[in-house]
């Protein structure tokens, strides 16, 4: 009998009568959360399966039958699986590695071998449905993970598919590609991609997982390797990553895990990423990826990784979403893997312990998170260096939000100040303004000009400022609305122009005006 494989395998034929098995029992992400309720899908997001379970218990139509089995792990009867997949059946399901069955008899227990879930990709081209298979997690396997996991589609995944510029482009190169999920995200606006892992179970999902969706073999290559060694000498339009960038301590007694852990000392990997992707890069190639970093004592985060931006000779935009402190790091990383103080105190006890020496040794105070957009420029030195702490909420997607602003960067770098004098402006659909008066006053003491879309940046801005965004609307130019309030705050307009210039840069570049 041949064994059941370790990783789902590619067979066109089977893979055709999936999906139109999926696709004929919606089980799609709106299927699942109508299944399961608001309550118990916010659960599962949260790692917590009981009210899921609850929900499908004794249910035995499709969905719920496909959710209990690829989401939560729990063992289904082959009937139902049978009714689920009827093009199918459950021996096509086993030849493509996706499920194990006990025996043939119709009450016999089928188990998932992989986590197969609807997803929805949004990110600036219009929502499709795609289905993303991984290996389960623990959740559905009461266990820590093995080191070759092959992780499915989380939160940094979704972070990275969705601040992606999405503009038409030749070549793209998914570096570090796990499941495949950004590669896939690539092929609905580049042509060729390129899809790179050191993990050959990782390619194999990869390569399930684009045959799923459609996506023909010309489409996507995908090559085993390191970094950027699978494709020296090659050069791409787009690089997107979400690298392995989790810092681990290399002793003995911490897991390595492939899918999250880069085999470098410390923040290394990200450097060397930062630092080197530019070899790759066609000019006016864009480079996005996620990465962590180290916060050491005496330094501000910017120092640090401004200097990799700096050595990379590249455009240069980096920002910081979120920072942790040792110990929640360790936390974080540790229950990642799947241990816990409740399931193993001495594991759990050793860990932390050596992630906190680890960062002891490098006096490392916090872990900083966040994304780093690094442009080839298509001639001369780097115009953009650009570092930044942006923690709040921010409109998902944010791809067309970081094309527009690089394009606008653009737009103003081209242009002195007599230029922009003679532009005409006008305020984008999604800024509002906000003035805050003590009772009784006349006029504002503070007036804020709100971005409702992209990152959502409230600026502050004075008399002069909100005069003149407030006269943008197309018609004059911004030295014709200068000479006006020159004359009207009895200033002159070389004052004004001095004035607000500089912050109209800014207004422009993040997209709360653009030219007319």
Known sequence: MTPTPDVPVTDPGRLDDLRADLTEAGYSVVGVEDVLGPVAADAL?????????????????????????????????????????????????????????????????????VDLRPYVAVDGHGEVDWWIASDLGELATGRALRTDHVLGVGG??????????RDERRWALDLGTGCGIQALHASRHVAHVVGTDISARALAFARFNAALAGLREDRLALRDGSMLEPVAGQRFDLVVSNPPFVITPRVPGVPEYEYRDGGR???????????????????????????NWEVR??????????AWVDASGLDGWVVQRELQDPAQYAETWIRDGGTTPERDRDAWAARYGA???????????????????????????PTLRRLEEVTGTVRQPLGPAVADSL??????????????????????GDVTEERYLSPGAVDPQVVLLRQGGGFGRAVQAGTALAGLVGA?????????IVSALGALLDVGADAVAADVLPSLRGLVRDGLLVPA
């Open 472 to 480: 943008c609307d197309g018609d004059l130019t911004v030295g014709q």
């Open 265 to 291: 000392a410390g923040d290394a990997i990200v450097r060397e990423l930062v630092e080197g992707v530019g070899a790759v890069l066609e000019p006016g190639g864009v480079a996005q990826l996620l990465g």
């Open 355 to 381: 992630w906190l020496d680890d960062f002891a040794s490098r006096d490392v105070e916090a872990i900083g998170f966040g994304i780093v957009t690094l442009r080839r420029p298509v001639a001369g030195a």
């Open 297 to 306: 004592r005496g330094e501000d985060w910017h120092e640090r990784v401004g």
């Open 45 to 113: 997001h949260r790692e917590e399966p009981v009210p899921a379970r609850r929900a499908t218990a004794g249910r035995t139509e499709p969905v719920p039958v496909l959710s209990r089995l690829f989401l939560l792990g729990e063992p289904v009867p082959r009937r139902l699986l049978g009714t689920a997949l009827p093009r199918l059946g459950v021996a096509g399901a086993e030849a493509l590695g996706l499920v194990a069955a006990a025996g043939t008899g119709p009450h016999d227990e089928v188990r998932a071998r």
């Open 407 to 428: 394009a606008a960067h653009d737009w103003a770098q081209s242009r002195d100040d007599d230029a922009l004098l003679a532009a005409r402006l006008l305020v984008a």
């Open 156 to 165: 940094a995944s979704t972070t990275l598919a969705q601040v992606t510029v």
